[in-house]
């Protein structure tokens, strides 16, 4: 009893440690800057490589979901990603822009299982770095800092353009939208997988997950969550899509994610010698955070939002709405 007492203090100690490191280093968005030294940060230190390997998303466990390996599920996301977009169909040397592409484990899946010519963009020089270092030379594929706001690429650029949860992290919804489809082919497809809060259209948020979500965008420098409903919208109002935006809600496929990343740390006890006190109170600081998403997605509050869109083949329906004004939903 005396033992469990003990235990049960150190893990109410420990708690208490990182909600204090927690309320104390939030990392609010600022500019497109505090994104890329956040990434820059993250890379350099390679504790978030460490536990979460080279996928810095979430995994996919299956439907219903089943229990399955960290990095596994991760790996399995982007087959699953690939499939549900319809681009295991398509040919090698297609070209393909990963946006938001962090060190580059999505862009190597594809470039390497499916024979695309992959670019993949981050804002951050680190995740530029470290991407390329990770990669084999073999590869059809090149990374380069960008900004998904204004991409360096001419129109019509890509064949496909594909992005995992890079959406949070920008400023103007509708921007992102159209410059997403504005280097798509004509006939071209994009692919999106996204964190959203529910549509406070519909429903607003209540008096308890506002400060959750106010939480949720300042700790890992979110300007805003869209809905699936308001970024497929958004995606529409571009005039470059064909057709409607598909969507799909892939939050319980993804929901495991949360709680697994915190075991890690557990199952994991490498990352305390490798990194030493220092790094184990900089993974701690993200526990709460972590908690937090597990609460949101949980609860409806938050979903995972899978977005497909074809890029129309009529120049006129993209230049008649190109000067139309939105905001983000």
Known sequence: MNLFLVVLGLLFALLAI??????????????????????????????????????I???????????????????????????????????AGTTVLDVGCG?????????????????????????VQRAKELTPPELDLQFRVDDAMALSFP?????????????????????????????????????????????????????WEKPVMQQLLDQWSHPAFSSIEGFSELLEETGFVEGRVITADWTPETLPSWIDSIWQGVARPAGLVRFGVSGFIKSLREVPTLLLMRLAFGAGLCRFGMFRAVRSNSPALAETSASKSTIGC
Do not use: C
Request: cysteine-free.
């Open 155 to 207: 129109d019509g650029s890509f064949d496909v353009v594909w992005s995992i949860e890079a959406g949070p992290h920008m400023p103007d919804k509708a921007v992102f939208a159209r410059e997403l489809m504005r280097v798509l082919k004509p006939g071209g497809v994009l692919v999106v997988a996204d964190w959203n809060q529910r549509d406070s259209r519909q429903i607003p948020l209540n008096f």
């Open 57 to 91: 998303h979430l995994g996919h466990y299956g439907s219903p979901p089943q229990r399955k390996d960290f990095l596994a599920a991760k790996s399995d996301f982007v087959h699953e990603m690939v499939r549900w977009g319809g681009l295991d169909r398509l040919s």
């Open 103 to 127: 060190i580059g484990g999505s862009s190597r899946i594809l470039a390497r299982d499916y024979r695309f010519a992959v670019t993949g963009i981050t804002i951050s020089p680190q995740q």
């Open 18 to 55: 990182a909600l204090g490191i927690y309320l104390t280093t939030a990392r609010p968005y600022q500019s497109s800057n505090s994104v890329a030294n956040s990434y820059d940060e993250w890379t350099e230190d390679g504790i978030l490589e460490f536990y979460w390997g080279e996928h």
